[in-house]
C-alpha cells in the first residue's frame, strides 16, 4: 500500500534545492573566472548555468503554489 502524500515540508524541500542550485551556479561562476579551461568548457557551464537559473524560475513558482495551498489548507489527494 503506497504512503499518502505529505506535502506539509514541500515548501522546505524546495527552498532547499533552490538554494543548492543558486549555490551551484555560483560555483561553476567561480570555476569559470579562477581555472584555466577551454572555450568549450566555459561554454558548457554557461549552458548549464542558463538551465540553472530556468530552474531557479521553475521552484520559485512551486514554492508559491505549496505556500498559496499550505494557507487555503490541503485538499485530500487521491
Same mark, same amino acid.
Given at each position: 500500500m503506497?504512503?499518502? +502524500? ?8 524546495? @527552498? @532547499?534545492?533552490? *538554494?543548492?542550485? *543558486?549555490?551551484?551556479?555560483?560555483a561553476? *561562476? ?26 531557479? @524560475?521553475?521552484f520559485?513558482a512551486?514554492?508559491? +503554489?505549496?505556500m @498559496?495551498a ?6 485530500? *489527494?487521491?
Open positions: 503506497a504512503k499518502p +502524500d505529505n506535502r506539509n515540508d514541500n515548501v522546505e524541500k524546495l @527552498q @532547499q534545492m533552490k *538554494e543548492n542550485t *543558486e549555490h551551484n551556479i555560483e561553476a *561562476e567561480e570555476s569559470v573566472a579562477h581555472t584555466d579551461m577551454k572555450d568549450e568548457q566555459k561554454q558548457h557551464i554557461k549552458e548549464k548555468n542558463k538551465q540553472r537559473v530556468e530552474s531557479i @524560475q521553475g520559485e512551486e514554492i508559491a +503554489d505549496e @498559496q499550505r494557507k487555503n489548507g490541503y485538499p485530500d *489527494e487521491k
